[in-house]
Nanobody, 125 residues
Framework: QVQLVESGGGLVQAGGSLRLSCAAS????????MAWFRQAPGKEREFVSA????????IYSDSVKGRFTISRDNNENTVYLQMNGLKPEDTAVYYC??????????????????WGQGTQVTVSS
């Protein structure tokens, strides 16, 4: 059974930093994609960042580019999201997602087969 477990969320002041982790168990995604999405209250879940496991090519949404960094640890089958320069509008539940396939486009929710339970990030002004 595949599980994605997020951690690292919390409350931080604007301008601060957090590092989210997503540990995958049950299978590896050595040929797939792992990603982060977020969902704010009353809004749809939106793409944040993705990493193709084979090429290590990161992809970011415009809203987080230059502030967030996605990375991975092959040995731990874990993906991270380093979030710097946090803003109140970054407040959301952050979800880890993964697929073992190699989609051309990675920003759509339907691409992903597996999802974590989410971790809350709250940025105060």
């Amino acid at each position: 059974q595949v599980q994605l477990v997020e951690s690292g969320g919390g409350l931080v002041q604007a301008g601060g930093s957090l590092r989210l982790s997503c540990a995958a168990s049950g299978r590896t995604f050595s040929r797939g994609v792992m990603a982060w999405f977020r969902q704010a209250p009353g809004k749809e879940r939106e793409f944040v960042s993705a990493l193709r496991w084979s090429s290590e090519t990161p992809i970011y949404s415009d809203s987080v580019k230059g502030r967030f960094t996605i990375s991975r640890d092959n040995n731990e089958n874990t993906v991270y999201l380093q979030m710097n320069g946090l803003k109140p509008e970054d407040t959301a539940v952050y979800y880890c997602a993964a697929t073992g396939s190699t989609p051309v486009f990675v920003i759509g929710r339907r691409v992903y087969d597996y999802w974590g339970q989410g971790t809350q990030v709250t940025v105060s002004s």
